[in-house]
């Protein structure tokens, strides 16, 4: 259940420093990692947790640091190292193999001959289910949907019809893909439902988190570009379209029609409004508040850090104030303008 | 599976311009609509779309601007008349029919005769469920509860105990309608849970988003009013009353025992604070931090929206300055207002 | 189905005044409490309902207070007595006994005798579920989880691999317990993900609300500590550890690595940043951005509550200028104090 140094070496194409047999059978933080665990130094502020380590083996950037343990991994890069030998350590998430004899399948489904489908999985007319999947037990696949090969939705899933999802995609439980979007007319003893007649097409190599949302198209589709990582709890509205590998973390919320570009980050908390556009590789800091378009790459922010409560109420106080206060100012410049000139002319 | 422009126009009260034998088979934007496709223009300021656009037809508000096209459904109101004509192209949404073999129902639970139970539905005792409706898979519907007639329930909806829907509701997957509203007794050593004894009580014409979750009340009924639209992730807790005819948008938050009155158009991302009282017709504007009662309708905001981080983090080290810069303010004044004195008596 | 005054006195270690035989079968609000039902005075504040209140009695702090109704049960702290009580009010909130022919039981899993499964649960390989506990329906239990003795899940529920919760716990539905964190080490082409190794480790008497997602630990294990009491739609990321009887309410988002301490209570709607540290016995108010640790107890808070939308927009306008009018203020106190300079020489 372990490897050698050498053979994690090579799977990094890694150096190796010290024994190169030296069994690793996991992996761990600098702080915590035992004596049979592989550990990493990502940036070079935590180098002096070297000296203290209990970790059998370390992947560090250089042949200098290397010398500061009795084992290391020499790569260019120890973080993403460390993320690709991470998949080596992962346990065994569930127990089922093949197509567990509760599910209901649809006569007209197609499911790949390995594909893993837990207990009382649900595939609807239409479904197909590429090769290499793993579809987590209670998952609702309904009519016309599609899961591209090798990806793993958890239990409990919900895909509405007509969606289309990637190759290599991970779904987390209690997502809900393809539900309608939020559209109603006016009218004038309360609101028409506007059917929801759009998809969703979802690209390959995308996670999404758990219980995280995303609503099919009004009229168009919501895309969901490659390489994209979605956290926990976002939701993305009807006929949003997200670039190529950008990443969205916990509880952001995408409102309907807005496009956001490539390689974008955004932290967790952040509403953008609807319609907007926002360009590749903008960053967005946690709990923004996005109210136009982002048209030039960069990071932006909005909101203000807590305070003790007492200090804030007096700061919210003067805030709510501001106005006038700028007005007085105003005022005050123009007193002290022709204060000068009296006085200067005495 | 198309209707003639005719047939069209007649379903909305229309009057035709162009080919009345026209075929359309589905519904498009201005923007990407084809040749077999209806489209609409719903605001003047898109006019111009209407000289490009490849639909096979358009409605539209008045014979004036039905002359830009070759063919229209001239109607008072054309977003409400696409909303109902959104419903004839509505893609069907799953193949299951009947009450499935896998459905586990009590014994005393009363089922309609033309109900569409998807697989592995659990209905509990007692529970009723009206004519039409349709409960998607994985759907449990807890002890004493009952849905109206039409209801449309999506997949992996969780309905606890004694929770009453009205009739035509839509429930996205994912959504919670009855949990223990948070409700704990201090003591010493911890919290004492209060059991959560109410009910949650929804009205006809209601839908209730993906992952929404509406807690029941501790005492008294949580309560959602006809027609009332609640779209994805938000948060009712225990004890809410909600008007009828509401629209509250994504992730939108509204605390215990608060009062929100009817036609009101709270945008996501809202947070309302607990004992609060919202009168008819009042608007929030997204991301808004609400912790008084509402009293006058109205449009109501708070939030600062994005700026680059770098102008954002000087204007905040200025607001948290604010007090000092307000104190040194009113001094300035004072000195001013002396000098003025000194100068005007010199 | 009822209890005596005189019975539900001895179980909260109450004095009767009034009636020791009066028959209670219910608990209500002052305000809206029948004849056969029992309130409380929680608050003096509210003393005035007394006079008006239907209730058959009431729970209240002393004598004088016992003197204004006819019924009373006399104790020292009536809310929590009051929260006691509420347990045995409380309704049924499922049918079910014992196994469900359709539950799927992995052979290596480990139920103790007198536990309730409902319909379609599902546990996998190495589970273990205590006595007394009973599992809602459609709940999904990932391999080598454990759920301690007499703990409550409702239905729907998905527990991933490894996770461990303690006794008494009470997991409402939709939650999901240990789905990966948001773990990806940058690379050229997008991202890599750090396959998330840690655990989830729950104590005991914990209460998690309907939808809420805990995040699994990437290497070491995100810890919920005794007692702790979780409200809906909250979002626990990877590594996160929450000290003994700490409260967190709705839609809370605790990002990543962040240590919170024991007796702190988070409002709702609170963004709390990674890699921070909140000491015991902080409050958090409701909406509050937090991206500094919290070394001390106490209260703190940010954002700034909504105004009409015409107001707000002019103090906006204000704030966004406010770096500018600080800088002129400074050169008015400057030109002020030139000024006073000139005129006192003069």
Redesign the interface.
């Known amino acids: 259940m372990g490897y050698t140094l050498a053979q994690l070496a090579e799977k990094v194409q890694g150096k190796v420093k010290g024994d190169p047999n030296l069994q690793l059978s996991?992996?761990?933080?600098l702080e915590?990692a035992a004596s049979h665990e592989l550990s990493f130094l990502a940036s070079p502020k935590y180098q002096s947790q070297l000296y203290d380590t209990s970790a059998g083996a370390v992947l560090v950037k250089s042949d200098e640091i290397a010398e500061l343990v009795n084992n290391a991994i020499i790569v260019a890069?120890p973080?993403?190292a460390?993320?690709?030998l991470?998949?080596l350590?992962?346990?065994?998430?569930?127990?089922?193999s093949g197509i567990?004899s509760?599910c209901?399948v649809?006569k007209?489904a197609t499911v790949a001959e390995d594909v893993v489908l837990?207990?009382?999985v649900?595939l609807?007319?239409?479904v197909v289910i590429e090769r290499g999947c793993v579809i987590?037990?209670?998952c609702?696949i309904?009519?016309?949907s599609k899961v591209g090969a090798s990806s793993t939705i958890?239990?409990?899933v919900?895909i509405?019809?007509?969606v289309t999802i990637g190759a290599n995609a991970?779904i987390?439980?209690?997502a809900?893909i393809g539900?309608?979007g939020?559209?109603?007319?006016?009218?004038k003893?309360?609101?028409?439902?506007?059917?929801?007649?759009g998809r969703v097409i979802i690209g390959d190599?995308v996670?999404v988190?758990?219980?995280t949302?995303i609503?099919r198209g009004a009229?168009?589709d919501t895309t969901i570009g490659?390489?994209v990582?979605i956290?926990?709890?976002v939701?993305i509205?009807h006929n949003v379209v997200i670039g190529?590998?950008s990443?969205i973390?916990?509880?952001t919320?995408v409102?309907g029609s807005t496009k956001i570009g490539s390689f974008c980050t955004i932290s967790?908390?952040v509403?953008i409004?609807g319609h907007l556009t926002v360009v590749d590789k903008v960053?967005?800091?946690?709990?923004?508040?996005?109210?136009?378009s982002?048209l030039e790459a960069?990071?932006?922010?909005?909101?203000?850090?807590?305070?003790?409560?007492?200090?804030?109420?007096?700061?919210?106080a003067?805030?709510?104030?501001?106005?006038d206060?700028?007005k007085?100012?105003a005022q005050?410049?123009q007193?002290?303008n022709k204060?000068?000139e009296?006085?200067d002319n005495?």
Chains 1, 2, 3 share one sequence.
Not at 26 to 29: D, F, K, P, R
Not at 89 to 96: L, N
Not at 318 to 323: A, E, Q
């Open positions: 996991g992996l761990g933080t915590k890069n973080y993403l460390f993320a690709k991470s998949h350590f992962a346990p065994a998430t569930q127990g089922w567990d509760t209901v649809s007209t837990g207990p009382n649900v609807d007319d239409d987590g037990a209670g609702v309904s009519r016309g958890y239990p409990n919900t509405y019809h007509d991970i987390h439980s209690g809900v539900a309608d939020f559209g109603f007319a006016p009218k003893d309360g609101w028409e439902k506007i059917s929801q007649i190599d996670e988190g758990a219980s949302t609503d009229l168009d490659n390489g990582k956290d926990n709890q939701q509205a190529d590998n990443a973390a916990g509880c919320v409102a967790g908390g509403c409004a960053h967005i800091t946690g709990m923004s508040m996005i109210t136009h982002l960069g990071s932006y922010s909005s909101g203000i850090a807590m305070e003790p409560t007492s200090k804030w109420r007096r700061t919210v003067r805030i709510r104030r501001i106005d206060m700028a007085q100012f005050l410049k007193q002290v204060l000068l009296k006085v005495k």
